[in-house]
């Protein structure tokens, strides 16, 4: 069984950083692409920052030049560095990985963090 684990989120004004991280542990042979949604209160979850393993990155539109994405393909690790933060950017951030395989051959499998909470607040 594969985990994985955010870490990072927390409170911070307007105008303030945060760096989240999120660590893929278990059996894991490859990871397609992992990355980071957010679900704001009575919002639909949304795709913030994805990146694959050769290294293509994909924005939401209102986070960029704001956030940056990175990932350690050796450590099956994913970090999002959060810029200029904005009152709207107040979400459960969740890490995601897909294509996750547990050895050559097998089947390419979803996995989700459990989310850990951004605030953006004076």
């Known amino acids: 069984q594969v985990q994985l684990v955010e870490s990072g989120g927390g409170l911070v004004q307007p105008g303030g950083s945060l760096r989240l991280s999120c660590a893929a542990s278990?059996?894991?042979?490859?990871?397609?692409?992992m990355g980071w949604y957010r679900q704001a209160p009575g919002k639909e979850r949304e795709l913030v920052a994805t990146?694959?393993?050769?290294?293509?990155?994909n924005y939401v539109d209102s986070v960029k030049g704001r956030f940056t994405i990175s990932r350690d393909n050796a450590k099956n690790t994913v970090a999002l560095q959060m810029n200029s933060l904005k009152p709207e950017d107040t979400a459960v951030y969740l890490c995601n990985a897909e294509g996750v395989r547990e050895r050559l051959g097998s089947a390419r499998l979803r996995y989700w963090g459990r989310g850990t909470q951004v605030t953006v607040s004076s």
């Open positions: 990146i694959t393993a050769d290294g293509s990155i």
């Open positions: 278990g059996r894991i042979f490859s990871i397609d692409a």
